[in-house]
């Protein structure tokens, strides 16, 4: 799956994040965006405020911080439809199955990965069993 990095700050460059979306945007491509923001994490409620595209918010917190990060990302404004994941692996995870949807060939990878871990689990309950 390609993917860009993009950094920017929801606070601190509002217009700079709003321009990267609408740079996006006008694409005409499908997108998902993972937003990695700390502490207050606005950056995932701005950017779904502000387009079309799934976002799902990935707060980068340790576990010293993850109680109190987490609820920023979970309890957003009214209107705003961003999911919210722990863990990198999670958010890729989730952003494949959104393009799977509209793409054969990452809905395949997807599929097949699924049935791979399935496999492996009655391979390791049979042998549990035995």
């Known amino acids: 799956i390609d993917c860009d990095l993009r950094v920017s700050s929801a606070h601190k460059s509002t217009v700079h994040t709003l321009n990267v979306v ?20 606005g950056l995932g409620p701005v950017v779904s405020g502000n387009c079309s595209f799934p976002v799902i918010n990935c707060p980068p917190a340790g576990p010293e911080w993850i109680l109190q990060d987490v609820w920023s990302s979970l309890h957003l404004p009214s209107n705003l439809g961003c999911s919210t994941v722990l863990g990198p692996d999670a958010a890729a995870l989730s952003a494949a199955q959104i393009l799977g949807l509209n793409n054969h060939v990452i809905w395949a990878k997807v599929r097949a990965q699924q049935l791979n871990i399935n496999c492996d689990l009655m391979i390791a309950d049979r042998k549990s069993a035995a």
């Open 22 to 41: 609408a740079d996006y945007e006008s694409r005409g491509i499908p997108v998902v965006v993972v937003a990695v923001a700390g502490r207050s994490n």
